[in-house]
């Protein structure tokens, strides 16, 4: 099993799920013995924050960098960013190291295979508008092909007010509400699948079971990585909608096994 670097903190309870659902994985895939190889670089939330905010790109990109060499550094042979959104700096964060940069935007490509059909992005609006998470990549070139619907203003203002209170650990049963609303508003404009693509949003508690085509960014981009440490070819067909709520201490959004997107 390969090492995974984590680059975390950012804010530090979506780092704590990812560490929690790549061991799941590993578990679910090789036994209850069984944990994953990582090391985890986590930082300051709070000045990248006030960087993002000022768009001082140079420095938020330059600290992520060196959170990269140092995970390199101590053993790691693959890097994640535990972050949606610092996903903006990823090109310099991959360059600074010799490590794969394993990319949450290439994650998402894989699992929903090369059909055109539109999908719908639940985010900040800041990831929205940038673009810089779905875009052609040499690894997942077919995002041409398909129509990212994201959320109306009015509903993109309520995503970001929802993913601020995430990050200081307030997470309102009305917000899951309000999050599942937005979600079938992409539906009804015609997105076959919705994507949660901001971190924080898979710590929300949901009124209901999560509808099948509801898929969690941060699940599939687990997958993806732990497929990637276990030297899989291939990820498992079904590893979009993997059902790691069988073990305890599960993810709030419960997945059916059903089909991965071809």
């Known amino acids: 099993m390969k090492c995974l670097g984590l680059i975390g903190g950012i804010g530090w309870e979506a780092t704590a799920l990812y560490y929690r659902l790549i061991n799941e994985d590993v578990r679910r895939r090789l036994g209850s013995l069984h944990s994953a190889r990582a090391i985890v670089n986590s930082l ?3 000045p990248l924050d006030t960087l993002v905010q000022m768009e001082r790109w140079a420095e938020a990109a330059g600290i992520l960098a060196d959170a990269a060499r140092q995970l390199e550094q101590a053993g790691a042979e693959a890097i994640l960013i535990c972050s949606s959104q610092m996903h903006c700096v990823a090109e310099q964060v991959q360059a600074a190291v010799d490590i794969p940069l394993l990319h949450l935007g290439a994650a998402i490509g894989q699992s929903l295979g090369r059909a055109r059909d539109d999908i719908g992005l639940l985010c900040t609006r800041f990831t929205a508008e940038r673009g810089f998470l779905l875009e052609p990549r040499p690894d997942y070139p077919h995002w041409r ?10 509903d993109a203002e309520r995503l970001d007010q929802i993913c601020r209170e995430l990050g200081r650990g307030v997470a309102r049963p009305e917000s899951g509400v309000e999050l599942l609303r937005i979600a079938k508003s992409l539906r009804i404009r015609g997105a076959r699948r ?3 693509a901001a971190s924080e949003l898979a710590l929300l508690p949901l009124p209901e079971a999560a509808p099948l085509w509801l898929d969690d960014g941060t699940e599939l981009h687990v997958s993806a990585a732990v497929s990637w440490a276990l030297g899989e070819a291939k990820p498992p067909a079904d590893f979009s909608r993997s059902t790691m709520s069988e073990h305890p201490g599960g993810p709030l959004l419960k997945r059916s096994r059903v089909p991965a997107f071809a």
């Open 194 to 196: 919705v994507i949660l």
């Open 44 to 46: 300051s939330f709070d």
């Open 145 to 154: 092909k398909r129509r990212i619907h994201t959320a109306a203003p009015a």
